[in-house]
């Protein structure tokens, strides 16, 4: 079966330099989620979209913006990169129902030096 | 206030016996979901089982099971038979409906998680 993917996998970047990060959701999967990890950290909700229109907003800095396009793939935007952003971020899919689990891709490895 | 708590930062079980790893959640509304996930350590994030908050019987999938008690609410998993595969971090999350300006929104919410180690 289909799962999400996500690219790339390692990102290395200095300080105030920007990343993108791209998403491929499920086929048909309605609703997408973007998360922050930190080390030894739970993954933090930061913005979700639900048929390409922004659906909710969590705790993302006003550095990063996220956006869903016409073929449902998701891009998830950082710019003036900080130490702090080092983490893994996950993008996940999922029909848009309380009984629908996530799926999430493999995750991108942003480090930032 | 926390709506996920996992009480157990780590806990060790030997192989092939059974072990609990334990959650309970915080809502006030009547619907809602709960899931587990499993983190290996190389990062990837794996759905587990499901229990919805309606639902009669406790979810079971293979070696897994949720133990789940609505007055208490409390979901906890239990696997079976432990592999050394299992070692991995565990994390419980609730899945909730509520609205805003941008319509009905079913965000997962995390637990802090409990980490696994399998011994041989």
């Known amino acids: 079966a289909a799962g999400v993917i996500q690219s790339p996998r390692h990102l290395i970047k200095e300080k105030r330099e920007t990343a993108t990060l791209k998403c491929y959701p499920i086929?048909?999967?309605?609703?997408v989620y973007w998360y922050q990890q930190g080390p030894g950290q739970d993954p933090q909700f930061l913005i979700s979209?639900?048929?390409?229109?922004?659906?909710d907003k969590g705790s993302i800095p006003d550095r990063f913006s996220a956006q869903q396009f016409s073929d449902y793939h998701s891009e998830l935007n950082m710019s003036s990169l900080e130490l702090g952003d080092s983490a893994l971020y996950f993008c996940?899919?999922?029909?848009?129902?309380?009984?629908?689990?996530?799926?999430f891709g493999n995750g991108t490895r942003l480090t930032v030096t | 206030a926390q709506k996920i708590t996992q009480t157990q930062p780590g806990m060790f079980v030997q192989e092939k016996e059974a072990v609990t790893l334990d959650c309970t959640y915080d809502t006030s509304d009547p619907s809602y979901g709960l899931f587990w996930y499993k983190q290996p350590s190389s990062g990837e994030m794996i759905f587990l089982i499901y229990q919805g908050s309606y639902d009669q019987q406790n979810a079971t999938e293979g070696r897994y099971s949720l133990n789940f008690q609505k007055a208490r609410k409390s979901a906890n998993l239990v696997i079976s038979a432990s592999q050394l595969g299992d070692s991995a971090m565990y994390f419980c999350?609730?899945?909730?409906?509520?609205?805003?300006?941008?319509?009905?929104?079913?965000?997962?919410?995390f637990g802090k998680g409990t980490l696994l180690t399998v011994n041989p």
């Open positions: 979209f639900y048929e390409k229109m922004q659906s």
């Open positions: 996940a899919s999922s029909h848009d129902s309380l009984n629908s689990p996530l799926h």
């Open positions: 999350a609730m899945r909730e409906a509520y609205t805003d300006s941008g319509g009905s929104n079913y965000k997962l919410t």
């Open positions: 086929p048909r999967h309605d609703t």
